[in-house]
């Protein structure tokens, strides 16, 4: 991955760091909750896939975790130069003993397990590495 080839704007919200530094950031921050950008990923997508299977209605998973996607027509493209594209949907998982909730797309799954990226800091997508390790696992 080359710096300088991320595409929108709108991945990085507010914030001024490069996206070099953030993912270095990012990644200092999993190493410190213990997990790896691999297991989130694996983690999300676990998720992820329960939803799809419930079909448009929430479900619960493992006692814990509520579940619901919304897919949407259409797909994003990866914006490091990458050949994929993914398909518009969005996943909410509350975590039902501490009310926390998390909405992602299935780009973020890919962002995170290929770049390491959550996204800039205010980014409408931006998740927090710390509060995933704490609240998914
Ligand atoms: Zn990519």
Known sequence: MQPGVIT?????GTDKRDFTQIIADDEKTLENAGKTAEEIANRLEYFQQLSFDAFETSTVVEDKYE?????VRGYLPCPFNHQGIYRKSYTTITNLNSGKSFIFSALNIHLIRAHHFFEGK???FRL???ELARELF
């Not at 929108?8 to 990085?12: E, R, T």
């Not at 579940?67 to 897919?71: A, G, K, Q």
């Open 8 to 12: 929108y704007g709108g991945f990085l």
């Open 67 to 71: 579940v619901e996607t919304e897919v």
């Open 122 to 124: 205010k980014s409408h």
């Open 128 to 130: 927090e590495p710390d």
